[in-house]
């Protein structure tokens, strides 16, 4: 596949802007190359533009090679990016299943792109046939989430394969919720095919939401055109030492996403006592989509104990469907309690 051809002819031609960083990397005794203010403290000089050394500790933990690493202000700015570089405004589109992740559209409407939305069944699962029944001539961009936001569930490697092979266009698949799941990453498929990206974040196994950390892995070509089109310094320095810092406790992490699993299991497990709650969807991310007898009843009155729960009410198939984060087990059990309050269920008794 050529990646150059399904470029926006603009971009092609794009000469980017070079930062004072980018033109002198090395050592020096004076700075005045960049305009910064002289007086050395903490954050006076520019970060570097390609945050090399965090991506070389993200390299070592992830296994995936430098080259095929971009960091962005969280996974939404690489979301932002791909649809720039390979999108026209008002003449190409992307594709993306419905319900999924809200940015997906978001980003294509500030980009004055059409999202195409391929629903899900109700049960959440993705027919490959109907996005290809969806795309045409002009479908750049397919965005695949897995595990899925607001649902999830996964969708199987083997299929997303299938269907990264066969079609000539980007193919995203948003791993924000990996850390929490049984199927492995497709990470290790960017080498194999040129036109796969995988976006991962800081945000949610690795607790740092407000760092603004994402990293997208992809062929070295599709890494270059994101560097090419990112503004310069889009990562601060402030974020790139947190980043290394958090980097440093892999091992509480796979510790905190191990409890976040097991308390998944014994929420979902819990919810099952409650009369009001009528299903509650099989997920392999850190929450857990619940369909209740009323959502926007219990949301507000949830609201009102100081519990605050997203409402997917009103998204395709998540009619009266709440999606609770898995909290710590304190916070858990006081969900249970006030749930149990809600329902009246004065026999139930929390173990
Ligand atoms: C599927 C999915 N992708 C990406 C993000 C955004 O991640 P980040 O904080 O890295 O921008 C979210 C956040 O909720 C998400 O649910």
Request: aromatic fraction near 10%.
């Amino acid at each position: 596949m050529d990646i150059q051809q399904l470029l926006r002819e603009n971009i092609r031609r794009l000469k980017p802007y070079s930062s004072a960083r980018d033109e002198f990397s090395g050592q020096a005794d004076i700075y005045i190359d960049a305009n910064e203010n002289p007086y050395n403290a903490a954050y006076n000089r520019y970060p570097d533009p390609l945050q090399k050394v965090v991506k070389k500790k993200i390299s070592q933990i992830k296994g995936v090679p430098f080259n095929n690493i971009f960091l962005g202000n969280g996974s939404d700015e690489p979301i932002d990016l791909i649809i720039r570089a390979f999108c026209n405004p008002g003449i190409d589109n992307v594709i993306a299943p419905n319900p999924s992740y809200g940015m997906y559209k978001v980003s294509a409407d500030i980009n004055d792109v059409q999202l195409i939305q391929v629903p899900l069944t109700p049960e959440f699962h993705l027919n490959f046939d109907d996005i290809r029944a969806a795309a045409d001539a002009h479908t750049k961009v397919i965005f695949l989430c897995s595990p899925n936001n607001p649902s999830g569930n996964c969708i199987p490697i083997e299929d997303i394969k299938n269907f990264v092979s066969t079609f000539q266009g980007i193919v995203v698949v948003d791993e924000a919720y990996i850390d929490f799941c049984d199927q492995p990453s497709m990470k290790e498929y960017v080498n194999i095919y040129p036109n796969l990206v995988i976006l991962q974040t800081l945000s949610k196994a690795w607790g740092a939401a407000s760092v603004r950390m994402g990293m997208a892995f992809a062929s070295a070509e599709i890494i270059q055109i994101l560097n090419k089109i990112k503004p310069p310094y889009n990562i601060s320095k402030p974020a790139q030492e947190a980043a290394l810092e958090i980097l440093e406790h892999e091992d509480q992490v796979r510790q905190q996403a191990a409890t976040v699993i097991s308390e998944r299991k014994r929420m979902a497990l819990e919810l099952t006592r409650y009369k009001g709650v009528k299903e509650i969807f099989p997920s392999e991310a850190n929450f857990l989509l619940v369909r209740v007898d009323d959502a926007n009843k219990l949301y507000h009155w949830l609201t009102s104990q100081g519990i605050i729960v997203r409402n997917r009410h009103g998204q395709l198939h998540c009619d009266n469907c709440l999606r609770l984060t898995v909290g710590t087990p304190t916070e858990n059990d006081i969900l249970f309690i006030k749930l149990n309050e809600y329902y009246h269920e004065k026999d139930f008794v929390f173990g």
